[in-house]
């Protein structure tokens, strides 16, 4: 393998990211019967695999001769990458963007054995066969133009990961939301039930209430599913869970009037609804396209902590 240029490093790193890309756009499009234009950036482009394939290439120098080699090499090298971009990924958007957990021998769902076999297999493809072509066409360009060509795809593969990272941290906040504002639900129903319990019957007007609410959100939401694009889903969700709260706090009020608690509880459980509404009516439309072009290019993404809420999302994308 001969000396290049810094230029033609990002060359190859371009070239191997756009084939990562059909490759996995095709194979994910496949699966699901329907176009999906694959992965965390905008572009034609998933830099794993541009990483993957220097990675390979820098790792494998020494044993071009030996296959054997070239795919323990590639194999190890690749693995590490793709686990500590996935462990990195996930720490910092609070999001598995790929998921291996279901596999057998996985490790933290970012790795596991068939992936890196395959990236072996991959080490060896491209060592031997994929990259000599493509070594020849880059090192045919002058270096000026490579340079050239080099600056402005980076500056374009910049400015789209700025903007794919802001859509990143747009869907943790959206997912931080929604799962704070069920808990916040939660508690606040938790809290009139213990209020209550002493006086059963009352309770359960209450308690219908709130399940006339719950029927409501889950009513809505199914018809909106097939009518609706998911920014006017999520908005719809919150007029629900707007109304859901409302019925809260009726529910609150009545049951100070029945004399289920005292004024300082019942006082407290409103404040807590109206923040809670406040809240909701801050969430912004323009958080709600980045989070549907997020998911949509990442079907896949899973989320450990908040799995609930994610497929929350999901399911008003379809």
Not at 17 to 39: D, L, P
Not at 196 to 221: I, Q
Not at 280 to 306: C, E, I
């Amino acid at each position: 393998m001969q000396t290049y240029t810094v230029s033609q490093w990002l060359l190859f790193f371009f070239i191997y990211c756009f084939m990562g890309w059909v490759w996995e756009s095709c194979y994910v499009s496949a699966k699901s019967g329907k176009w999906v234009n694959r992965g965390f950036l905008h572009g034609p482009a998933l830099p794993i695999y541009g990483s993957g394939a220097i990675v390979i290439l820098v790792s494998t120098i020494g044993v071009r001769g030996s296959i054997p080699l070239i795919f323990l090499l590639g194999m190890l090298s690749s693995t590490i990458l793709e686990f500590v971009t996935g462990y990195c990924m996930e720490r910092m958007f609070g999001v598995r963007y790929w998921d291996y957990s279901k596999k057998p021998f996985n490790l933290m769902g970012h790795i596991c054995l068939l992936s890196s076999v395959g990236w072996g297999i991959f080490s060896v493809l491209l060592v031997r066969i994929v990259h000599r072509p493509i070594e020849g066409l880059v090192c045919m360009i002058p270096i000026t133009i490579s340079d050239i060509i080099a600056f402005v795809v980076a500056i374009a593969m910049t400015v789209d990961f700025t903007q794919s990272f802001n859509e990143a941290m747009d869907l943790k906040a959206t997912i931080e939301r929604i799962a704070n504002s069920n808990q916040q639900i939660k508690t606040i129903a938790k809290r009139i039930e213990i209020a209550s319990a002493f006086a059963e019957d009352d309770y359960n007007k209450m308690k219908e209430k709130l399940a006339e609410g719950k029927a409501t959100v889950m009513n809505n939401v199914s018809k909106a599913k097939g009518r609706l694009t998911f920014e006017k889903n999520m908005n719809e969700r919150k007029g629900i869970k707007l109304a859901t709260l409302q019925k809260m706090s009726e529910a609150v009020v009545e049951g100070f009037k029945n004399k289920l608690m005292d004024e300082g509880a019942a006082n407290q459980l409103l404040e807590t609804l109206e923040n809670e509404k406040v809240n909701l009516k801050t969430d912004h439309n323009k958080s709600y396209k980045s989070v549907f072009r997020m998911v949509k290019r990442n079907p896949g993404a899973v989320s450990r902590k908040h799995s609930a809420e994610l497929d929350e999302i999901k399911k008003l994308i379809k």
